[in-house]
Nanobody, 123 residues
Framework: QVQLVESGGGLVQPGGSLRLSCAASGTFSSTLAMEWYRQTPGKERELVAT???????SYADSVKGRFAISTDQSRHTVFLQMNDLEPEDTAVYSC?????????????????WGPGTQVTVSS
């Protein structure tokens, strides 16, 4: 079973920056798409950024040009660099990653969610 833990959230002033990390633990063969979502009370969860299996990034229009998703060489950790933060970016940010788990004679896909980290942008 794969587990994810986010870190890096906190309180920041408008215009500031934060870098979120999402680290995986457990046994898996390889990672698939890596995603960051955010959610505020009363609103639907929003897909913020995606890193495809070929490491091609894509972003929601609301964060394009300000956020950057990346991963380390092992693809065990996914990052979200958030610059020029706005009060509207305040939310709980969660990572979501797909995995391939290979057994001796078969393989399967699975996915994992992190518990979330609070980001608050306020003066």
């Amino acid at each position: 079973q794969v587990q994810l833990v986010e870190s890096g959230g906190g309180l920041v002033q408008p215009g500031g920056s934060l870098r979120l990390s999402c680290a995986a633990s457990g046994t898996f063969s390889s990672t698939l798409a890596m995603e960051w979502y955010r959610q505020t009370p009363g609103k639907e969860r929003e897909l913020v950024a995606t890193l495809s299996t070929s490491d091609t990034p894509s972003y929601a229009d609301s964060v394009k040009g300000r956020f950057a998703i990346s991963t380390d060489q092992s693809r065990h950790t996914v990052f979200l660099q958030m610059n020029d933060l706005e009060p509207e970016d305040t939310a709980v940010y969660s990572c979501h990653v797909g995995y391939i788990i290979k057994g001796s004679i078969s393989w399967r896909t699975t996915d994992a969610w992190g518990p979330g980290t609070q980001v608050t942008v306020s003066s």
